[in-house]
């Protein structure tokens, strides 16, 4: 996994790419390649042998659940969110929440 800022962040970025994919897993459904393409949007540079096993070790602790599908002429493998996977990626969204506006309210008193 190579996050943009080098390789030194990628521990830091981890966390945020795992929440990310429990979003689009619990809003929509996910595949890999297709998760991949997502996060690239974001400034993400994740690989095969990153996406597949992070998606696998959420399946094992019940995060997601997976069931085959045909997508653009190819049958893929889709996760989606499950109760307990929902039920984390909404302490996740209060912890970020709460990480966000400690980070945004610092660097608003540094600016005044």
């Not at 595949?31 to 070790?57: A, D, K, N, S, W």
């Amino acid at each position: 996994m190579r996050a943009t800022g080098g390789s030194g962040i990628k521990d830091l970025y981890s966390g945020l790419i795992r929440i990310h994919v429990l979003h689009h897993a619990c809003e929509e459904g996910i595949f890999g390649l297709g998760m991949i393409h997502e996060l690239r949007r974001h400034g993400y540079r994740i690989g095969p042998g990153t996406i597949y096993p992070l998606l696998h070790g959420m399946e094992s602790r019940g995060l997601v659940r997976s069931s085959l599908a045909w997508i653009n002429g190819r049958r893929r493998k889709v996760y989606y969110g499950t109760r307990a996977g929902r039920k984390v990626l909404e302490e996740a969204k209060k912890k970020v929440r709460e990480l966000a506006d400690e980070i945004l309210e610092h660097d608003q008193r540094r600016r005044h």
